[in-house]
T-cell receptor, first 112, second 116 residues
Framework: RKEVEQDPGPFNVPEGATVAFNCTYSNSASQSFFWYRQDCRKEPKLLMSVYSSGNEDGRFTAQLNRASQYISLLIRDSKLSDSATYLCVVRNYGGSQGNLIFGKGTKLSVKP | NAGVTQTPKFRVLKTGQSMTLLCAQDMNHEYMYWYRQDPGMGLRLIHYSVGEGTTAKGEVPDGYNVSRLKKQNFLLGLESAAPSQTSVYFC???????????????FGPGTRLTVL
């Protein structure tokens, strides 16, 4: 089983739609969680960290369920500019320091 | 403030050739990382460094060597390139890795390497 698994996608949605991405992680010792965004042929950029209580940043809401080892990202009122690949990322402290584990990503395409 | 820069942006090598990829950061970050990204594989950590003069192996270190002689630079070397090393290489840096916002990794724009 892969350490971080995401919905395979792609997700094709109209502007204004609400879309949700799911991610599961296998290491119960994982301590930090993130969503990164990667535009086509560009570098990954941090979208938001994911906190245990859930957190929101504008149209983006991230949730964490440690018991189920599940992370989600909700995007409301999708914009054309949201088209990108969204990477679920976990970090395990101890052992290999600085080790981010990346999911393969879910591609989102927002259409007019 | 340029952030993280990578040189070169593109390169084509023949099997057996060697090359060095340069990563530079101007954010005074202690930690630096080299990743490779392949279709369907996600990003995988090659090597990383927790400070000047230190390096450590990541998930896929074979065929690569690294050096961190200066805090701001992290070099990735391929001594004898193979077609399996065709990939996009990303460098990243962070202030720390002990938890919190200072762990945020900032990525360079990537180097697209093709080995024929």
């Amino acid at each position: 089983r892969k350490e971080v698994e995401q919905d395979p996608g792609p997700f094709n949605v109209p502007e204004g739609a609400t879309v949700a991405f799911n991610c599961t992680y296998s290491n119960s010792a994982s301590q930090s969680f993130f969503w990164y965004r990667q535009d086509c042929r560009k570098e990954p950029k941090l979208l938001m960290s994911v906190y245990s209580s859930g957190n929101e940043d504008g149209r983006f809401t991230a949730q964490l369920n440690r018991a189920s080892q599940y992370i989600s990202l909700l995007i409301r009122d999708s914009k054309l500019s949201d088209s990108a690949t969204y990477l679920c990322v976990v970090r395990n402290y101890g052992g290999s320091q600085g080790n981010l584990i990346f999911g393969k990503g879910t591609k989102l395409s927002v259409k007019p | 403030n340029a952030g993280v820069t990578q040189t070169p942006k593109f390169r084509v090598l023949k099997t057996g050739q060697s090359m060095t990829l340069l990563c530079a950061q101007d954010m005074n970050h202690e930690y630096m990382y080299w990743y490779r990204q392949d279709p369907g594989m996600g990003l995988r950590l090659i090597h990383y460094s927790v400070g000047e003069g230190t390096t450590a192996k990541g998930e896929v270190p074979d065929g690569y060597n690294v050096s961190r002689l200066k805090k701001q630079n992290f070099l990735l070397g391929l001594e004898s390139a193979a077609p399996s090393q065709t990939s996009v290489y990303f460098c990243a840096s962070s202030y720390s890795s002990s938890g919190g916002i200072r762990d945020t990794q900032y990525f360079g724009p990537g180097t697209r390497l093709t080995v024929l």
